[in-house]
C-alpha cells in the first residue's frame, strides 16, 4: 500500500475556485494522495452561485506533505490571524510548500518566502518584493520545496509539475493524457507582454479599469506592518 500523502487547499472568503480545481484534478490520482480542502472553521466557501460546503477546520489540520494555497483577493485574509497562523505552521513542516497565483503572496507573508523565487498572477506580481520574496515571470517556479504557478491556468501546470516530482514523469504524462490536457488557445493573449494593445485597453474598459489599487494598497500596507514588527 502507497505511503499516504496529505494534501491541503486552505481556502478563504473570495477563493478563485479554478486556482485549485486544476491542481486538484491531477494531483488527486497521485499514489496515496489524501485531499484535505480546509477552511477557518470549516466556513463554506462561495464563488458567484457555487458554493463549497462541508470543509474541514483548517485549525484542526495537524500536518500536511503538501501545502498548496489559491489566489484570490488577498489584502482581507492576509489580516486573519487564524488563516494566516496555519499556513505558518503547516508550511513550515511540509515536505513541499506551493500556491497558484496570488496564493504565493499569502505564503510570502507568512514568512515562508524570504528570499525564494516565486510565481504569481502577473498583476500583483511585483508585490511578493514587498514581503521579501523574489517575483518571478516564470508559468511555475521551482525554488527548493517551494513550487508556485502563474496566474490561475497556470495551477493545471504546476500541478504536473509536482506529480512529477512526487510520482515519476511517466506517471504525470499519463495524467495529463487522461485529463487530455493539450492547450491550443484560440488567441494569444494570455499574458500582457504577448497580448495585443486593443485587447489591453478593452481589458481597461471592461473591467473598471481593471482598478487594483485598493488592493495593491492594503498588501503594500500589510507588508509594511508586519516588516515594522519584526524590526
Keep these: 500500500m502507497a505511503a499516504s500523502l496529505d494534501i491541503v487547499f486552505p481556502l ?4 478563485s475556485y479554478l ?3 486544476g491542481p486538484q ?3 488527486a490520482p497521485l499514489p496515496g494522495a489524501r485531499l484535505i480542502f480546509a477552511s477557518v472553521g470549516g466556513q463554506p466557501i462561495h464563488e458567484g452561485s457555487l458554493t463549497l460546503s462541508s470543509l474541514t ?3 484542526d489540520v495537524e500536518r500536511c506533505d503538501v501545502l498548496c494555497v489559491p489566489g484570490g483577493p488577498s489584502a482581507a485574509v492576509l489580516r486573519d490571524e487564524i488563516f494566516m497562523a496555519a499556513i505558518r505552521r503547516l508550511g513550515g513542516s511540509a515536505r513541499y510548500v506551493t500556491s497558484v497565483c496570488t496564493g504565493s503572496l499569502l505564503l510570502a507573508a507568512a514568512g515562508l518566502l524570504e528570499g525564494k523565487r516565486a510565481a504569481c498572477h502577473w498583476a500583483m506580481r511585483d508585490l511578493l518584493a514587498e514581503f521579501g520574496a523574489i517575483p518571478d515571470p516564470a508559468r511555475v ?3 527548493g520545496n517551494i513550487l508556485t504557478g502563474g496566474g490561475v491556468t497556470a495551477g493545471i501546470d504546476f500541478g504536473l509539475t509536482l506529480a512529477a516530482e512526487l510520482a515519476g514523469p511517466l506517471f504525470a504524462q499519463a495524467v495529463q493524457l487522461i485529463a487530455e490536457y493539450a492547450p491550443e488557445p484560440p488567441f494569444n493573449s494570455g499574458r500582457p507582454d504577448i497580448a495585443p494593445k486593443e485587447v489591453l485597453a478593452h481589458l481597461g474598459s471592461s473591467f473598471g479599469g481593471l482598478d487594483l489599487s485598493a488592493d495593491r494598497a492594503q498588501i503594500q500596507l500589510r507588508a509594511a506592518e508586519l516588516r515594522a514588527a519584526r524590526a
Design 12 to 15: 478563504y472568503p473570495g477563493t
Design 19 to 21: 486556482d485549485f480545481m
Design 141 to 143: 517556479v521551482r525554488d
Design 25 to 27: 484534478a491531477v494531483l
Design 57 to 59: 477546520r483548517l485549525e
